[in-house]
């Protein structure tokens, strides 16, 4: 296929996804915000005042960054789990791999609806936390890394549970035992200052301890661990969880229920 073609392809499902997601806001767009907005007034103003400060900000805006990525993870990961699964169990993605169409192109066009529903989530997260707590942005290139990075990663890591996932019983199993608990101890609610030794370094075996920290350094100027580092991992996770992604949409195998 001809360049033109393939972004027409990739245009095509990228836009089924967007229109997907807008259709049905109630369960897309709304639920998360309201969680955080709790996440907010629960963590940020109830407990929040009787904390104080947190890495020397107040403790609202200290879990703010922190919850937006958490947001940004679990939409972004569930979005096209989802999506994909759906299209697996109905077959219709058979239409799709016997047609001309590129590999890449099926495999972005699903990445960038999820790439588009966690960023969507992040921005009108970070308009309610406006309402609570002021933000900016200290480092734009670690932020906006971070933002798409973590994005990808996730979108690829939704993509490769539709595909190995037989039910839709599998596509809860990852996001319920793996997900929320690695978000939860991935340095959200606390600094990994507050964690003893030998705490911290169970939490650097954490791999969203980086990322939140990553996109807690582009908003507050704050980390717990060298930014850098971080950045190259999630560029280097990105690249092995695509290739493993391309790899099983090109087999076909598990595609098939």
Not at 106 to 120: D, K, Q, V
Not at 137 to 148: D, R
Request: charged share 10%.
């Amino acid at each position: 296929m001809s360049w033109s073609k393939k972004w027409i392809a990739f245009r095509t499902i990228w836009f089924k996804e967007i229109r997907r997601i807008l259709r049905i806001w109630p369960q897309t767009l709304l639920p998360p915000v309201i969680t955080m907005s709790l996440y907010f007034v629960i963590f940020g103003k109830m407990i929040g005042s009787r904390v104080g400060e947190m890495g020397g900000v107040p403790y609202m805006q200290f879990i703010v960054p922190g919850l937006i990525m958490m947001s940004i993870i679990t939409n972004s990961y569930s979005n096209v789990v989802s999506s994909f699964f759906s299209a697996k169990f109905t077959a219709s993605i058979e239409e799709l791999l016997v047609s001309p169409v590129s590999k890449h192109a099926i495999l972005m066009g699903y990445i960038s609806g999820g790439i588009f529903r966690g960023l969507a989530i992040g921005v009108i997260v970070s308009i309610v936390a406006l309402f609570f707590t002021d933000l900016g942005i200290e480092h734009l290139f670690v932020t906006v890394f971070t933002v798409l990075g973590t994005s990808i990663l996730f979108s690829l890591g939704g993509f490769i549970n539709a595909v190995f996932a037989r039910s839709f019983d599998d596509i809860s199993i990852i996001p319920s035992f793996v997900l929320t608990p690695l978000t939860y101890l991935g340095g959200v609610f606390y600094s990994m200052e507050n964690l003893s030794p030998f705490w911290q370094n169970i939490s650097l075996l954490n791999p969203i301890v980086y990322m939140v920290n990553s996109f807690r350094y582009g908003i507050l100027g704050y980390s717990d661990v060298n930014v850098w580092y971080s950045m190259a991992a999630i560029f280097v996770f990105c690249a092995i969880f695509y290739t493993i992604a391309y790899r099983l949409l090109s087999s076909g195998s598990r595609v098939r229920l």
